[in-house]
């Protein structure tokens, strides 16, 4: 959120259109809930001229008091049966006017978008129309049925916005990405000669290097305090471990396994918890889960007030709870539920996991050979 706007800069305010498309809400958690006040404001610093709101994200605005404040700087769209309004943006320096509408074909007929932008035709507008779902029939019918419409925006499945039509092709059919990391971009440009308006492509990714927006780091901080005070870690939902299994901490380890303890204590899963303090996110329910100890069950990480002992990637994060295996001087074996690797090392958290197991396996040896003598000390 902090870097978009050195993307948007890249097009003088005066020409440029900047729409959301909506599905703000994953749920509506009280997290959901606090996500989705803080991401409205980021939109109004951000100075979007519309959202395409589903009835999910209204029915959370509504809830949360949010639509038609006076500071809401944007316009809403709403979907409807029979498709949204249509807003529209005028660039008289250009002679060209935006036209945004959004639809569901799955309760509203292909058709319905002619008689959408019927009167916003012509050739200075350019008309863009979201769908909440797609498919080829779908978009074969927009095209035979919809003239009207110059752009498709579709659901995205990946997280990279995308261009679907051919080259050349009317309309241009594109994705808008997932996760805010890239922002799809459609330069429009008018034809000397007349004719519809041009419209070119391109996705242009939000890459760390880009300068923050203090308004919205400020902002950001806000909310990981209004997280923080909500103090959803002691209220996020924990499963029963089976068998009076629990969680002891990696010290509850150190006194039989000081080789495999040593070999840990060094490398970055033991500091894991540090990581988060670094960025103030520490009590982020979302962050901490990957970051501790089994947050997910009863007797796992709760706060690190109550739970010190089990703060960061510690040992009982891949071989299980450790109560049996302790209690039994290490005569019962460690068992489920452990994490694998990829549980947590996702694509969207750990990118450079994927292809690189090996190496990443060859970072966190902290055993000797399994067959060696003194694996545990005597
Ligand atoms: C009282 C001493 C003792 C403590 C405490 C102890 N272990 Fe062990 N551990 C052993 C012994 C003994 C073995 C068996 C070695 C063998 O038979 O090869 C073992 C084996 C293991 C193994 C390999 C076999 C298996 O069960 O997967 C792992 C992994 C392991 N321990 C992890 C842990 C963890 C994690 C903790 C802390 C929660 C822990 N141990 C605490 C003594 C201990
Ligand atoms: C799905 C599990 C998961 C979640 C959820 C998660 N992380 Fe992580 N995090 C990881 C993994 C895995 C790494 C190591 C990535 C790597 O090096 O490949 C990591 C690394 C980090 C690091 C970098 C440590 C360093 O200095 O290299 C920071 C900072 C961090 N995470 C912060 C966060 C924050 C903030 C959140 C919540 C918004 C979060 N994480 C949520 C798994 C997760
Ligand atoms: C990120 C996951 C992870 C963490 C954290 C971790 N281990 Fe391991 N551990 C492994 C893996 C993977 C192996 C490789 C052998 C295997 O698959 O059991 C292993 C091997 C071992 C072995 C040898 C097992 C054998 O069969 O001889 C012991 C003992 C052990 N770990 C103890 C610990 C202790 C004690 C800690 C904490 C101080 C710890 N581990 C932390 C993943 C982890
Ligand atoms: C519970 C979540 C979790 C699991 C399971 C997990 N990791 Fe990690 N891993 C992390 C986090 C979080 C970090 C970042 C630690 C930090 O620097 O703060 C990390 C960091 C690493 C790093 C350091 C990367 C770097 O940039 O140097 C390696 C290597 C790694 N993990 C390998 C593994 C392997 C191999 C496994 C499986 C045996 C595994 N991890 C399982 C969460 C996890």
Not at 177 to 185: F, K, N
Not at 190 to 196: F, K, L, N, Q
Request: hydrophobic share 35%; with cysteine; charged share 25%.
């Amino acid at each position: 959120m902090e870097k978009r706007p050195a993307v948007f800069d890249q097009v003088p305010a005066s020409a440029r259109l900047v729409v959301d498309t909506g599905n703000l809400a994953a749920d509506d958690g009280e997290q959901d809930l606090i996500k989705f006040r803080v991401l409205f404001e980021a939109l109004r610093l951000l100075n979007y001229d519309v959202l395409c709101l589903t009835s999910g994200d209204i029915a959370i605005a509504e809830h949360l008091g949010l639509m038609g404040t006076p500071q809401q700087a944007f316009r809403v769209l709403q979907d409807r049966d029979g498709g949204s309004e249509v807003f529209n943006k005028r660039f008289p320096d250009h002679g060209v006017t935006a036209n945004v509408a959004s639809l569901d074909p799955r309760t509203t007929p292909a058709e319905r978008a002619t008689e959408l932008f019927a009167g916003e035709g012509g050739d200075a507008s350019v008309n863009i129309l979201i769908l909440r779902h797609s498919d080829s029939q779908v978009l074969a019918d927009i095209a035979a049925k919809a003239p009207a419409v110059d752009c498709i925006v579709c659901p995205s499945e990946v997280d990279e916005p995308h261009i679907l039509s051919k080259p050349g092709a009317r309309p241009v059919v594109v994705t808008a990405g997932r996760l805010g990391r890239h922002i799809a971009r459609l330069d429009v440009a008018i034809s000397a000669s007349g004719g519809r308006p041009a419209l070119k492509f391109a996705d242009v990714p939000v890459t760390a290097d880009l300068p923050d927006d203090p308004a919205l780091v400020k902002l950001y901080k806000q909310y990981q305090q209004l997280v923080s005070a909500a103090d959803l870690l002691e209220s996020y939902p924990r499963l029963p471990l089976p068998d009076g299994l629990a969680f002891e901490g990696s010290e509850s380890c150190k006194r039989c396994h000081e080789y495999e303890y040593g070999e840990w204590i060094l490398k970055p899963h033991a500091e894991a918890l540090n990581s988060l303090k670094k960025v103030g996110s520490d009590r982020d329910p979302e962050c901490v889960v990957c970051h501790v100890v089994g947050m997910e069950y009863q007797s796992g990480y709760v706060t690190e007030e109550k739970t010190p002992h089990l703060r960061d990637v510690g040992c009982e994060t891949c071989h299980g709870p450790g109560k049996e295996h302790n209690d039994s001087e290490g005569r019962k074996p460690t068992r489920e539920p452990k994490m694998g690797c990829l549980a947590c090392h996702t694509p969207e958290k750990s990118t450079g996991y994927a292809g690189h197991e090996e190496e990443y396996m060859k970072k966190i040896v902290h055993w000797r050979e399994p067959a060696a003598a003194g694996n545990v000390k005597d």
